[in-house]
T-cell receptor, first 116, second 116 residues
Framework: AQSVTQPDIHITVSEGASLELRCNYSYGATPYLFWYVQSPGQGLQLLLKYFSGDTLVQGIKGFEAEFKRSQSSFNLRKPSVHWSDAAEYFCAVGSPERDSNYQLIWGAGTKLIIKP | KAGVTQTPRYLIKTRGQQVTLSCSPISGHRSVSWYQQTPGQGLQFLFEYFSETQRNKGNFPGRFSGRQFSNSRSEMNVSTLELGDSALYLC???????????????FGPGTRLTVL
């Protein structure tokens, strides 16, 4: 069965420091991969997605993610975090196959805390 | 263009009661999906409606039901509430749903339901 694991429930980073949020997935083929962000009181917003091609994907707000097939990972990175990045981040996996009903499988989320 | 709106934003109910949540999608969007979000569980898919028809359904008991109106607004109903139904219920809209939702699914801020 497909699954998504975000090993870190919370991560604390100093403002200006670099960030890496981990995501591992279990899936038979190459899935579609997504990162969403949920700020307090806001809806989930798509940060970036990977379907195929270049394994380094650029997203909004200065985020990027790298797909590593050998490690079944799709980690999210940002070189320098800002206080406004404090939020919860979700990794999700989708399938191009019709029998998936195109529904995403979601990780449990990682809460990012920014230290001033 | 107005985003996805959900009403009410907060609800407190007691066990055994029923509740109705409302979602207004982005104008022109015909697909509405509902998700349950609980801490540590990520998002669990409830169902998707498209053009007033339920197109997909997740693994939730029959106490969870929904409908969609001709103007694409959707409601979700939970009957005989249980303590475990306490969660954030999210609504997402997209133009056509299905695989296209991978590119353009927009989420509302959610309704926080507390069952006492």
């Amino acid at each position: 069965a497909q699954s998504v694991t975000q090993p870190d429930i919370h991560i604390t980073v100093s403002e200006g420091a670099s960030l890496e949020l981990r995501c591992n997935y279990s899936y038979g083929a190459t899935p579609y991969l997504f990162w969403y962000v949920q700020s307090p009181g806001q809806g989930l917003q798509l940060l970036l997605k990977y379907f195929s091609g270049d394994t380094l994907v650029q997203g909004i707000k200065g985020f990027e993610a790298e797909f590593k097939r050998s490690q079944s990972s799709f980690n999210l990175r940002k070189p320098s975090v800002h206080w406004s990045d404090a939020a919860e981040y979700f990794c999700a996996v989708g399938s191009p196959e019709r029998d998936s009903n195109y529904q995403l499988i979601w990780g449990a989320g990682t809460k990012l805390i920014i230290k001033p | 263009k107005a985003g996805v709106t959900q009403t009410p934003r907060y609800l407190i109910k007691t066990r055994g009661q029923q509740v109705t949540l409302s979602c207004s999608p982005i104008s022109g969007h015909r697909s509405v999906s509902w998700y349950q979000q609980t801490p540590g569980q990520g998002l669990q898919f409830l169902f998707e409606y498209f053009s007033e028809t339920q197109r997909n359904k997740g693994n939730f008991p029959g106490r969870f039901s929904g409908r969609q109106f001709s103007n694409s607004r959707s409601e979700m109903n939970v009957s005989t509430l249980e303590l475990g139904d306490s969660a954030l219920y999210l609504c997402a809209s997209s133009l056509l749903g299905g695989e296209s939702s991978y590119n353009e699914q927009f989420f509302g801020p959610g309704t926080r339901l507390t069952v006492l």
